[in-house]
């Protein structure tokens, strides 16, 4: 069998895989995990299989559903074209997957109705895949709305679970609002193009440019993808979905559902708009980048709860990746893509440690955990090497990406003349420092510490939950130390298929159409980059003495007590409690271990906390005050 039937094989394998599910593995346990594990492994081995094919050899894969090839030049069957962005994307899915469901097996062993649960999971896994494989951007529509209505049931389906049913509730409003700007993009390019096929849309696009019909189609489907990404304002049911669903599907939103939202944004404005050459478009994606960045790790430090902390910082680093490829350099897709697949990597490899810790003492609570280490030792390993990750501490791989990140912005401040981006380059670093606060306070508050009684007899959880925990933790080292082998083997074919519109456009279309209709490639190949490079390093610690300058200067000058004229009245919400009384009655828990900086950015965390209501209405009018601020600057400075 040909290689090029395997992407179609793959996502049809798994839609069959959770209609058997629900047929034959409703009441069995073996029989349906039994399934759900032959389809994934099914998905995952042939998406494997095209590494040579596509990566090496560097060929583009072009099926056509039925056979419907092109007639008279126009694309008007549904095709599925698989390039190096698309295998990139398509093996960090499967193998997010694949973990998950090993991890499944024992985490959801005490839920009920699990045939569903399985059924669901495949289909989730179904529609991610086929989203990153489709070359037609209506089936790439219909495949967001099967992940999204798939995740929303997912985010519900432990409903006994306080918050579970708001939480789906919320996904599905703010969700249906972005896969509507989507359809009405994809409607507004049908009728202006009379194709859906999205390598004749980029090769008509990049012919005639963006008009005012087209322009308000980009600004559409450029918020419908921030939504499904969650960037912020776009991010409000990511905490709450994050948090209620199960941590098996937690690691699959925060890894990859998110991850196809950027997939489409790189697909659309690289390839399909051809619009990442405009300033004013590498301006609004950075812009919605840093502030995704900070935004998402502020919110982080203030919560108490291990899940939805790491909800916000899955916010925080999407930012990161966004910040990256809206550069529109090379040196912008290999950092962004890389950091893409090592937050799938490190941040899976959190979402599990948490759930290891739910499943063993039966809350994520910090004020309620502690003391952990010495009970759960194989787990708190395996944190530590992420939380160590995704601070951006050498020589994991988070470390590498965010450096190549820094390096990113900064040359593009250099070659641009532009201080602004210098700036950038400053708040990512800050970002990093309160990431790596952020952690420094989960491991002071579930692993180290007082052990409270009532967790005094935790065990390890079980090995299957174990292994992908420590595949991840290797991962996530082999990324950092052999990072020269990633770009050179996985990021240099998915960045050079960004820039390569001509081979896209002509695999589909056939041989001499991308010519005859002015497509381009994006821009030479840069000069290799280097994470250890000593100069850069001297500008690092520049840039950082600067970020901490900025965070001393923008913090509030501490006030003392509060008068009312006649006698003192104590902060107590502030107040030091230290003061001769036993340590252990101290009230700075570790899930409060930076009540100091909360106190200087009091101000910002009031109107913080004001905004995030809670109140799907809210949020769904954010979204669309949004999507017109971004329609109103496409109009005014692109079209």
Known sequence: MSYIHYPVISVMGLFLGAFLVEIFGSKNKKVRFGITLVFVTLATVLTYLLIKPVFFDQEIISYWMGGWKPEAGYAIGIGYEIDGLSLFFGLLIVTTFFLSTIYSWRYMEKDHHLGHYYTLFLMLCGAVLGLVFTGDIFNLFIMIEIMTFAAVALTAFRNNREGALEAGFKYLVIGSLGSSFTLAGVAILYLSCHTLNMAQLAALLSEKGLDGLTGFAFALMIAGMGVKSFIVPFHTPAADAYTTAPTSISMVFSGMVNKAGVYGMIRLVYVVFRAMGLSSVQLLLVLFGTVTMFVGVTMALAQHDFKRLLAFHSISQIGYVLTSIGLGTYFGLFGGLFHAMNHTLFKGLLFLTAGAVLYATGTTDLDRLGGLAKRMPRTTAYFLVGAAAISGIPPFNGFASKWMIYQATYEKAVSTGNIAFAFVTVIALLVSVMTLASFI???????????????????????????????????????????????????????????????????????????????????????ALSVWNPVMWLLLFVVVLTAVTLVALTSEKRRGPVTTGQEQIPDGKYATFFGGEKSEHSHVAGSDLFWGFKKDWKGYFRVAGNLHSGNVNDYAVWTVAATALITLFVMIFIV
């Open 441 to 527: 306070k989960v491991t002071q508050a579930v692993f180290f510490g007082q052990c409270p009684l009532a967790l005094t007899q935790t065990k390890e959880v079980p090995f299957s939950m174990r292994l992908p925990m420590a595949i991840l933790s290797l991962l996530c080292l082999a990324g950092g130390i052999g990072y020269n082998y990633v770009m050179s083997y996985v990021l240099s074919p998915a960045v050079h298929s960004v820039s390569n519109a001509v081979g896209y456009v002509d695999a589909m279309m056939g041989s001499g159409y991308a010519t005859a209709h002015k497509v381009t490639m994006l821009q030479s190949e840069p000069a």
